[in-house]
């Protein structure tokens, strides 16, 4: 059973602090999406990285897959009080498009 | 271009009960999957439908099941419902040869 690890489970933070949340596996993806989701609502994409070493931004936000393909990482930079909600990381093992594999989740509270 | 929806947002239901759950994908999207969410267990895939068949099939019981029409509409049927299943259900369109999946804002199911 493939397995993605997110951490940390929760943060807290002041307004204008940066953070790091973290997303890894024992496995290979084809490709992982990053997303924002908000109480009550449906997971929102922000990225979605396939090649090995890539990074992208998307504002203050900072995506990198690793080399390996197996770990992922998402920085934001002086977080903000509308940061503030669950982050997920979704992976595809190369199996079926339609069948991604998440994370439990980055609760993040932003406070001002 | 208009998103995924699903109807209905919110339902309430008692033991035993069974529900129906719909789904519409983004126009042109022929792939929609269904995944489970609660606290416990974060998002769980369901199953994914492609041109009316379904391509694949998470680890949950048989009372769980969906079908999808041939406009790409999708409904999932909880039969014989238990506590347990008390969750949000997101349902996600994805375009062919598409990575990305889109969800839809979820219907919040209360099973008492």
Known sequence: TQLLEQSPQFLSIQEGENLT???????????LQWYRQEPGEGPVLLVTVVTGGEVKKLKRLTFQFGDARKDSSLHITAAQTGDTGLYLCAGNY??????????????????? | KAGVTQTPR?????????VTLSCSP???????SWYQQTPGQGLQFLFEYFSETQRNKG??????????????????????????????YLCASRGT??????FGPGTRLLVL
Not at chain 1, 21 to 31: A, D, H
Not at chain 1, 97 to 109: A, C, E, V, W
Not at chain 2, 97 to 102: L, N, S
């Open chain 1, 21 to 31: 949340v973290y997303c890894n596996s024992s496995s290979v993806f084809s490709s």
């Open chain 1, 94 to 112: 190369g199996g079926s498009q339609g069948n991604l594999i998440f994370g439990k989740g980055t609760k993040l509270s932003v406070k001002p």
């Open chain 2, 10 to 18: 919110y339902l309430i239901k008692t033991r035993g009960q069974q």
């Open chain 2, 26 to 32: 983004i126009s042109g999207h022929r792939s929609v």
């Open chain 2, 59 to 88: 680890n949950f019981p048989g009372r769980f099941s969906g079908r999808q029409f041939s406009n790409s509409r999708s409904e999932m049927n909880v039969s014989t419902l238990e506590l347990g299943d008390s969750a949000l």
């Open chain 2, 97 to 102: 040869a598409e990575e990305t999946q889109y």
